[in-house]
């Protein structure tokens, strides 16, 4: 009787055809999960650490399962980072952080804080909307000419504008599905062409004066960054947001999750930087001047990205943006006190560049644990380690010893090759 008689031969499916290669992968992909966990890779010599690769790859890497450590350890960083600024500026003048400095400061806090939100959730959504800076802008100046018809009236039309710019981005996003930034990018441009059709300062008209306000201001800008962070470590929550991360083929469509994450981000976003604008030009003792509005766009982002909200999407913390925000208006009225002169591109690039070194850490340190795949035939039997899908198709004598290696089915004086 032949070796490969249907009593002898093993066989897959209906089809009774030997297939050695996809009877390793089956159970490979079937022990996966539950050995993986079992193993410590410290007491088994052979063994190394890999990413997960292929569509089991995708489903462990990218279903939100990220370590916060990273965010914790950050954080610490950014909180020892503005008790010294804020050391610095008392030690300079005790007056700025006391009323009515204090209420200035609180408010500049919020405008830019309102930014970083609006900037951080974009980049957790994949969709980072580069026009909230020349939204803030045009909400400005439209506020500084129509402040005296009421505050209704000058910031509502402003909220709708806003709040229709972003669903339309979100809409070119979603229908060509293509990168948030390129989309934003040529929104941002639009309303550049809107600030600048001012060829003068305008004088802010409304008589609103947000400094009774200060503390509530701030504290609901505080409130939303760290409940907002809070939620973001719920993994389904952060999964659901950051569907537009690039996994595998960035041109890939996502699907139908993602369509809620980037409207409700971009629309939220551009009301935020509404809201920015208003704060700017409410608390300005001098004319809105009319420019791009790109450098306010450039330090809310900058934020953070400090804050370590990651470059790629989903990953963050709970606190950064709260501390972020404070550490950048800390230093910002500690520059203009001490008569530095540094322009905000010059602030804002610097926040950037600092911000991309933390994203490269939140990556490094904040994606899953890695998958143990073995390499030691001889110790994952020892160890009872089930195969993996990172092992190779075909047994060769480069992965084992030939004389420790146990002969194939297919092998030995009734194979074929024998």
Request: aromatic share 8%.
């Amino acid at each position: 009787m032949a070796y490969d008689e249907t009593t002898y031969r093993r066989t897959t499916g209906d089809q009774g055809e030997s297939d050695p290669a996809a009877y390793r992968t089956g159970l490979a992909a079937t022990d996966y999960r539950a050995r993986r966990r079992d193993l410590d890779p410290e007491e088994v010599e052979g063994i190394q650490l890999v990413e997960p690769s292929g569509e089991m790859g995708r489903r462990d890497v990218d279903d939100g399962r990220d370590r916060l450590g990273i965010h914790i350890g950050w954080e610490i960083v950014l909180l020892l980072a503005v008790a010294a600024i804020a050391y610095l500026l008392y030690r300079l003048d005790p007056a700025s952080l006391r009323r009515p400095a204090l209420d200035t400061l609180l408010i500049t806090g919020a405008s830019i804080g309102l930014l970083t939100l609006g900037a951080g959730l974009t980049l957790r959504a994949g969709v980072p909307n580069l026009a909230v800076g020349p939204i803030a802008l045009g909400a400005s100046l439209h506020f500084a000419e129509n402040g005296d018809k009421g505050l209704v009236q000058a910031v509502v039309p402003a909220l709708i504008v806003a709040a229709a710019g972003g669903l339309i981005v979100a809409f070119l996003v979603l229908v060509l599905h293509v990168p948030g930034w390129t989309a934003t990018l040529a929104a941002a441009m639009g309303v550049i062409v809107y600030d600048q059709l001012r060829t003068a300062p305008v004088t802010v008209q409304a008589d609103y004066d947000p400094a009774n306000q200060a503390f509530y201001l701030f504290g609901g800008f505080a409130l939303l960054a760290v409940l907002g962070g809070a939620l973001g470590t719920v993994m389904p929550i952060r999964r659901m947001i950051g569907r537009l991360r690039p996994v595998d083929d960035p041109a890939r469509r996502p699907g139908g999750s993602a369509v809620f994450p980037v409207l409700a981000a971009l629309v939220l976003s551009s009301v935020f930087a509404v809201g920015a604008g208003v704060l700017m030009a409410a608390q300005s003792t001098g004319p809105i001047r009319p420019g791009t509005g790109l450098e306010w766009t450039g330090l809310a982002f900058g934020a953070a990205l400090l804050a370590g909200t990651s470059a790629y999407g989903r990953r963050g913390g709970i606190f950064g943006t709260l501390l972020a925000v404070a550490g950048l208006t800390l230093f910002l009225d500690y520059a203009n006190r001490r008569d530095f002169d540094i322009a905000l591109f010059a602030i804002a690039a610097c926040a950037v560049g600092g911000g991309l070194i933390v994203t490269r850490l939140v990556e490094t340190y904040g994606r899953p644990l890695l998958v143990p795949a073995v390499t030691d035939w001889n110790a994952a039997a020892s160890t009872g380690t089930a195969w993996t899908p990172n092992m190779p198709q075909t047994w060769s004598t480069s992965a084992e010893p030939p004389e420790s290696r146990p002969l194939r089915w297919d092998e030995g004086p009734w194979g074929s090759g024998r």
